[in-house]
């Protein structure tokens, strides 16, 4: 499984990014996907998850409004809208597949890595203020 994540960039604070992850070797049908992210110097945190089943959403707190995870699965692909991004969105930004099909899919579960086997290679988002 690959997952190629893309649309990171160099923006002002205000301002909007749309990232996609695109899944090559299995398809994510009937997979929970999430978005995690880590700044230099910090832990990996949650951003957002989609679960497979009826692609219900849940975010982190500080995100929550301003960033919109969905997925396309005719298209294989996850995306993360971010709006009115600030600086403390700067982080690489992980694109992650669940390590189990069908996982029901609670909100603490989701939110938690160790859930996720497959992990993108990051794309960079850089909020200048």
């Known amino acids: 499984v690959q997952l190629q994540a893309s649309g990171g960039g160099l923006v002002q604070a205000g301002d909007s990014l749309r990232l996609s992850c695109a899944a090559s070797?299995?398809?994510?049908?009937?997979?929970?996907m999430a978005w995690f992210r880590q700044a230099p110097g910090k832990e990996r945190e949650f951003v957002a998850a989609v679960r497979w089943s009826d692609s219900s959403t849940y975010y982190r707190d500080s995100v929550r409004g301003r960033f919109t995870i969905s997925r396309e699965n005719a298209k294989n692909t996850v995306f993360l809208q971010m709006n009115n991004l600030k600086p403390e969105d700067t982080a690489a930004y992980y694109c992650?597949?669940?390590?189990?099909?069908?996982?029901?899919?609670?909100?603490?579960?989701?939110?938690?890595?160790?859930?996720?086997?497959?992990w993108g290679q990051g794309t960079q988002v850089t909020v200048s203020s």
């Open positions: 992650v597949m669940d390590r189990m099909p069908y996982r029901r899919g609670t909100v603490y579960g989701m939110a938690q890595p160790q859930k996720y086997a497959y």
């Open positions: 070797g299995r398809t994510l049908d009937n997979y929970n």
